[in-house]
C-alpha cells in the first residue's frame, strides 16, 4: 500500500496556469508554469537533509539526491525533445515581447 503524502498534490491546473492560459499557447504557457514552479522550489530548498526530513517515510540525503539529479535529467530530455523543432541554427534567437511582458520587465 502505498504512503498517503503528506501533502495532498493538486488537482486541476495551477493559478500561474490558469492565469496565462488565456495569452498563450499550450505549450509556452506549461513551460512558464514549469519553471516558476522550479524556480519556487529552489528558492525554497535549503539543503537535502531538510528536504528530506519533510518526507512522511525516511529518506536518506542520498537518495534523495539520486531521485533529484535523476528527475533533472529526464526534464532536460523532455526539454531537449520539446524544444529541437524550434531550433535555428542560422541565425541568433530573439526574444519576444510577450515574454517580456510575463517576466514582469
Request: hydrophobic letters at 40%; glycine letters at 2%.
Amino acid at each position: 500500500m502505498k504512503p498517503a503524502l503528506a501533502v495532498a498534490p493538486p488537482t486541476g491546473p495551477c493559478a500561474l496556469s490558469t492565469a496565462i492560459t488565456d495569452r498563450e499557447s499550450d505549450l509556452i504557457c506549461a513551460l512558464i508554469a514549469a519553471t516558476r514552479h522550479l524556480e519556487q522550489a529552489r528558492d525554497r530548498a535549503v539543503t537535502p537533509d531538510t528536504e528530506a526530513a519533510r518526507y512522511p517515510q525516511p529518506i536518506t540525503a542520498a537518495a534523495l539526491r539520486s531521485r533529484v539529479l535523476g528527475n533533472a535529467d529526464r526534464l532536460r530530455r523532455a526539454l531537449d525533445d520539446l524544444t529541437a523543432p524550434y531550433e535555428q541554427t542560422d541565425r541568433p534567437l530573439e526574444l519576444t515581447a510577450n515574454y517580456s511582458a510575463l517576466q514582469g520587465d
